[in-house]
């Protein structure tokens, strides 16, 4: 028989609703009965014990609000009656130590990848097109119309088969509408664009990061090589993205075309450069195959978006568990969106190896919120209407269940938005909670997959890096079966535990990065990239 409720932490004065509660509904729990107040969707939570305004509320071991108004043992927390509110942090008051996982039955395991000359290891082979700026995204566009239906011989979808079937019922015609079995041109490797819209007429701190971001993009080890257009007058300079290139990887040999068009005149005479000189060095970027690489090499992103109320009690605590098992293997795992780490920082920085690096996250954290505060609005303001509407009613509470996707090993890093990272280990990356911000930042930063949990949906992907999308309840891995790769759903109703789901997860992520299963994401070609304006435009 499934549970009605769950305590997370054993000091928590809440517990959240796993199927729905009807009021004056009795359920005995931890030995005492509890009387619901009113009715209870599932994901919601009530309160353990009588709450007087004021109150603290904890969840997860930690404060997660205050009780704006009197609720009784019973009765179900909401926006009416509490607030955000977590506890200030001023520095590291302990070290937590670490369980380090058993990795018997994963310390001799593979996957076949992409081997760089600089010692990384691509679980994809990305030829990587885009421009230094927006004034150069018409021709990034015409070039992705020429290679895409060149290289990669276009499928008809289905839409496009429908719209094919309707158009011949309607014109009296029988003619089959089956599907093209053209063959790609090179089976080895893929073409990718971005577009954006930096580089220009902002502040010069924001062209400046742009290259950061983008030369992450070219020195991950998903991407071959590259081809890169620039205007000319344009704040992000070419000397700028080559600096940035240099700082990441002084001594990187990866093929980078760049293509100058005031230099060189119009678009036929620089298209027509850009076609043949990339033509040749995709043909040589096809031969490169992939090859047993050991599991340390992979570095993956955790990222959450369209959380609900089971998001912190299934899919992020597997990924958090994924992620032990990972860095105990000696692979590399990035946490990021700082809005959402709010109320959990003093845990972070007492899991921090060094005290520099607990000391930066602060800072970052600081910064951070002071930016928000001056734009008029605050980290309280993070839980979007569809958080709030299944359960997650701070920012805080909201924080708390995303933290665990970073599980509990040492923190061994802290890194500013656009930095690459290359320490082994748990690493903080202070980044946006934006889904696609955020995923478009680790991924600068050197993720060659990222593992994104979702309570609601959310069809976010990456153009160079799979995003495996993993539901927090079965419920929504029925309803959108398009975008789900993996189901936490087990969890909730007790047929799984979080070490069984971490297993398969673990087993699921070494076939993505051997390419033999194909994301949901990069089966529907979801190429999402949008850098992060930290400035104002001018």
């Known amino acids: ?149 060149e290289l990669i011989k276009p499928k008809e979808n289905d839409y496009q088969l429908l719209l094919r079937s309707l158009v011949s019922s309607e014109n009296g015609s029988t003619e089959a509408a089956g599907k093209s079995a053209e063959a790609d041109l090179f089976n080895n490797i893929e073409v990718k664009f971005i577009t954006h819209q930096g580089g220009c007429g902002g502040i010069r701190q924001d062209s400046q990061s742009l290259a950061k971001l983008l030369a992450g993009y070219v020195n991950n080890p998903n991407v071959a090589g590259a081809t890169v257009l620039s205007l000319g007058c344009q704040n992000l300079q070419i000397q700028i993205f080559k600096d940035a290139l240099h700082e990441i990887n002084p001594t990187s040999t990866k093929p980078v075309l760049i293509y100058d068009q005031q230099q060189i005149g119009t678009i036929e005479a620089m298209l027509s450069s850009v076609v043949k000189d990339t033509f040749e060095a995709i043909k040589e970027a096809n031969k490169i195959e992939r090859t047993p690489a050991p599991l340390s090499k992979l570095t993956i992103g955790l990222e959450c978006g369209g959380s609900d109320g089971f998001s912190g009690i299934s899919a992020n605590p597997t990924l958090g568990v994924t992620s032990d098992l990972l860095t105990a293997l000696g692979a590399t795992t990035i946490l990021s969106e700082f809005p959402e780490l709010c109320g959990v920082e003093q845990e972070l920085v007492n899991r921090c190896v060094e005290d520099e690096a607990g000391v930066r996250f602060l800072e970052l954290m600081k910064w951070y919120e002071k930016t928000v505060v001056d734009a008029g609005s605050g980290f309280d303001m993070n839980p979007s209407p569809g958080n709030i509407k299944d359960g997650l009613i701070t920012d805080a509470m909201k924080s708390a269940g995303a933290a665990k996707k970073g599980g509990t090993s040492p923190i061994v890093g802290v890194s500013d938005y656009g930095e690459y990272i290359s320490k082994p280990g748990l690493n903080l990356l202070c980044t946006p909670g934006n889904d696609v911000e955020c995923t478009t930042a680790m991924v600068g930063s050197g993720a060659n997959m990222v593992l994104f949990t979702t309570g609601l949906g959310t069809p976010t992907g990456n153009p160079i890096a799979p995003v495996v999308k993993v539901s927090s309840n079965s419920e929504l891995a029925r309803k959108m079966s398009d975008i789900i790769d993996i189901d936490t759903g087990g969890i909730i109703t007790g047929e799984k535990t979080i070490d069984e789901m971490a297993d398969e997860m673990l087993e699921f992520i070494i076939n993505v990065a051997s390419g033999e299963i194909k994301t949901k994401a990069a089966i529907l070609n979801q190429n999402d990239f949008i850098p992060w304006k930290r400035g104002v435009s001018l």
């Open 1 to 149: 028989m499934q549970k009605k409720l769950i305590k997370v932490n054993p000091s928590d004065n809440v517990a959240v609703a796993l199927v729905n509660l009807a009021a004056a509904e009795v359920i005995h729990f931890e030995g005492e009965n509890i009387t619901i107040i009113t009715d209870v969707k599932m994901k919601h939570k009530i309160a353990l014990n009588d709450l007087n305004t004021g109150d603290r509320i904890i969840m997860y071991g930690v404060l997660v609000g205050k009780a704006s108004a009197k609720i009784e043992k019973g009765g179900l927390l909401s926006t009416l009656n509490v607030k955000h509110e977590s506890d200030k942090v001023t520095g590291k008051t302990e070290t937590i130590g670490w369980d380090v996982p058993n990795i018997d039955k994963w310390k001799d395991r593979t996957f076949n990848g992409y081997h760089r000359e600089d010692g990384q290891v691509g679980t994809e082979n990305v030829w990587l097109f885009f421009p230094l700026v927006f004034c150069e995204n018409r021709n990034i566009e015409i070039l992705k119309d020429i290679f895409e239906k």
